[in-house]
């Protein structure tokens, strides 16, 4: 499926609708984002090639049979991810990089190692952030990356959130692991008040913040907002704004944004 970049994450929000197992995404390169879901005869509906419309926006939709060794393509396709020399993230098939900080992450069906720029722009700003300590909790936590990254930095408790089992469950397998200890739950946003934690990675879509800034549940000190398209990035800040947290540093990259919000000293 290939949509226009500025429309894909309303097309990535209705994709997880129908496949919560999670989607491949690539970036074009012509200003366009593809995304591929896998799956053996049968499992998938058999589509002609087509356009539809998904959130408002025009898809290009194309089925193919992928070559028998899609299996270790697969395997290619996640490779580690180094941070500064200081902290990486790797698949179990991919060697130790030497980092002081190693996180093994199996990327099962749950969206991947952490390589997307919405998590590597929030793993950049986690390595930024004095004093790493308190409680924290992962909005979104998918397969367990920024959770077990905080508990590495030295957070704690840390409790991970999601509203896909699968992504609690690999998040549960993740944190074992790599050794530490998260409380991992189901939780949705759009119904649940956040739980208590001085400082929260939300690595979520832009409505989804947007609802939550605009309710009246108490904030956390410290927010890292990320799943923004750079477009969306002033509206949230402006949102958060108006309950008392202030941006105090942008990260952008790939057309993505990652804001951290802080609150305002009296």
């Given at each position: 499926m290939?949509?226009?970049?500025?429309?894909?994450e309303l097309v990535l929000a209705e994709l997880l609708e129908l496949a919560p197992g999670g989607v491949e995404e690539r970036d074009q390169g012509d200003g366009t984002v593809e995304y591929a879901v896998y799956g053996p005869p049968g499992e998938l509906?058999?589509?002609?090639?087509?356009?539809?419309?998904?959130g408002g926006a025009l898809v290009d939709v194309?089925?193919?049979?992928v070559a028998e060794d899609w299996a270790e393509r697969w395997r290619l396709f996640h490779r580690a991810l180094v941070i500064e020399g200081r902290l990486s993230v790797r698949p179990p098939w991919e060697p130790a990089?030497?980092?002081?900080i190693d996180l093994v992450i199996d990327p099962g069906r749950a969206f991947g190692t952490g390589a997307h720029p919405t998590t590597r722009l929030c793993l950049e700003a986690l390595l930024e952030l004095p004093g790493r300590r308190g409680p924290f909790a992962d909005?979104?936590?998918?397969?367990?990356?920024?959770?077990?990254?905080?508990v590495r930095l030295g957070f704690a408790p840390v409790l991970g959130l999601d509203i896909e089992p699968v992504a609690v469950q690999a998040t549960r397998e993740n944190s074992?692991?790599?050794g530490v200890e998260i409380e991992v739950r189901r939780f949705d946003l759009r119904s649940e008040p956040v739980p208590a934690a001085g400082t929260v990675a939300a690595n979520l879509l832009a409505p989804l913040l947007l609802q939550w800034a605009r309710r009246g549940d108490e904030l956390p000190a410290r927010i890292i907002a990320s799943g923004l398209l750079e477009s969306e990035g002033d509206a949230v800040a402006a949102a958060f704004g108006e309950r008392g947290l202030v941006e105090r540093e942008r990260r952008s990259g790939g057309g993505w944004v990652a804001l951290v919000l802080e609150r305002a000293l009296p």
């Amino acid at each position: 499926m290939r949509v226009d970049a500025e429309r894909a994450e309303l097309v990535l929000a209705e994709l997880l609708e129908l496949a919560p197992g999670g989607v491949e995404e690539r970036d074009q390169g012509d200003g366009t984002v593809e995304y591929a879901v896998y799956g053996p005869p049968g499992e998938l509906p058999a589509l002609p090639d087509l356009k539809a419309a998904a959130g408002g926006a025009l898809v290009d939709v194309s089925t193919e049979e992928v070559a028998e060794d899609w299996a270790e393509r697969w395997r290619l396709f996640h490779r580690a991810l180094v941070i500064e020399g200081r902290l990486s993230v790797r698949p179990p098939w991919e060697p130790a990089a030497g980092t002081p900080i190693d996180l093994v992450i199996d990327p099962g069906r749950a969206f991947g190692t952490g390589a997307h720029p919405t998590t590597r722009l929030c793993l950049e700003a986690l390595l930024e952030l004095p004093g790493r300590r308190g409680p924290f909790a992962d909005l979104g936590c998918g397969s367990g990356v920024l959770a077990i990254a905080a508990v590495r930095l030295g957070f704690a408790p840390v409790l991970g959130l999601d509203i896909e089992p699968v992504a609690v469950q690999a998040t549960r397998e993740n944190s074992a692991r790599n050794g530490v200890e998260i409380e991992v739950r189901r939780f949705d946003l759009r119904s649940e008040p956040v739980p208590a934690a001085g400082t929260v990675a939300a690595n979520l879509l832009a409505p989804l913040l947007l609802q939550w800034a605009r309710r009246g549940d108490e904030l956390p000190a410290r927010i890292i907002a990320s799943g923004l398209l750079e477009s969306e990035g002033d509206a949230v800040a402006a949102a958060f704004g108006e309950r008392g947290l202030v941006e105090r540093e942008r990260r952008s990259g790939g057309g993505w944004v990652a804001l951290v919000l802080e609150r305002a000293l009296p």
